[in-house]
């Protein structure tokens, strides 16, 4: 019993170490190689640079939106929900929702099952830019019990992709062309 006892301690402590270990990572890449670097738009000075041309924000605040309502805000800012097209821009938003909520909640992406047919799933982006990249987590997507047709980030790990059913409220981000 004791020794068992021992075991899931030690599995507990290697938890925690890696837990501490992905936090401070994201801490150092964040302030390294993915600075805040403020968007250079005008009424976007709240907002933050994302590759060349454009620029990001996170929203998590009460009442969290479902995903054609989250879509809807980033219209109603001039934008759309956040297409991601290489690990640079990944890591830039990832550092976007890290500043405003270092905890990882999930937060809805711009990606979305435009079409399915049997086990042929075909996505598209909002912005309507081209699927070129994708970062999805562990056994993502599934399409669990046939409804899970928009995407959020998070699972597992930052920046993980995975489908969920539209209708639940997340946390959203949106970008803007410059
Ligand atoms: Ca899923």
């Given at each position: 019993?004791?020794?068992?006892?021992?075991?899931?301690?030690?599995?507990?402590?290697?938890?925690v170490?890696?837990?501490?270990?992905?936090?401070?990572?994201?801490?150092?890449?964040?302030?390294?190689?993915?600075?805040?670097?403020?968007?250079?738009?005008?009424?976007?000075?709240?907002?933050?640079?994302?590759?060349?041309?454009?620029?990001?924000?996170?929203?998590?605040?009460?009442?969290?939106?479902?995903?054609?309502?989250s879509?809807?805000?980033?219209?109603?800012?001039?934008?759309?929900?956040?297409?991601?097209?290489?690990?640079?821009?990944?890591?830039?938003?990832?550092?976007?929702?890290?500043?405003?909520?270092?905890?990882?909640?999930?937060?809805?992406?711009?990606?979305?099952?435009?079409f399915?047919?049997?086990?042929?799933?075909?996505?598209?982006?909002?912005?309507?830019?081209?699927?070129?990249?994708?970062?999805?987590?562990?056994?993502?997507?599934?399409?669990?019990?046939?409804?899970?047709?928009?995407?959020?980030?998070?699972?597992?790990?930052?920046?993980?992709?995975?489908d969920?059913?539209?209708?639940?409220?997340?946390?959203?981000?949106?970008?803007?062309?410059?």
């Amino acid at each position: 019993m004791r020794s068992v006892l021992v075991a899931t301690m030690c599995l507990l402590g290697a938890l925690v170490v890696c837990a501490q270990d992905s936090e401070s990572d994201m801490s150092e890449m964040c302030a390294n190689d993915h600075p805040a670097v403020a968007c250079p738009k005008e009424g976007k000075e709240d907002w933050f640079k994302l590759g060349e041309g454009r620029c990001v924000k996170a929203f998590f605040a009460e009442p969290y939106l479902n995903y054609n309502d989250s879509e809807a805000a980033c219209v109603g800012l001039g934008g759309h929900l956040v297409s991601i097209h290489n690990k640079s821009e990944l890591h830039d938003v990832d550092c976007t929702m890290y500043r405003l909520t270092p905890g990882r909640p999930p937060y809805w992406i711009g990606l979305f099952l435009y079409f399915h047919y049997e086990d042929l799933l075909v996505y598209e982006w909002t912005d309507a830019t081209q699927l070129d990249f994708n970062f999805w987590a562990y056994g993502q997507p599934n399409f669990w019990n046939d409804k899970e047709e928009c995407v959020e980030t998070n699972l597992y790990d930052w920046g993980r992709w995975n489908d969920l059913n539209c209708m639940y409220g997340r946390g959203h981000v949106c970008a803007v062309t410059i």
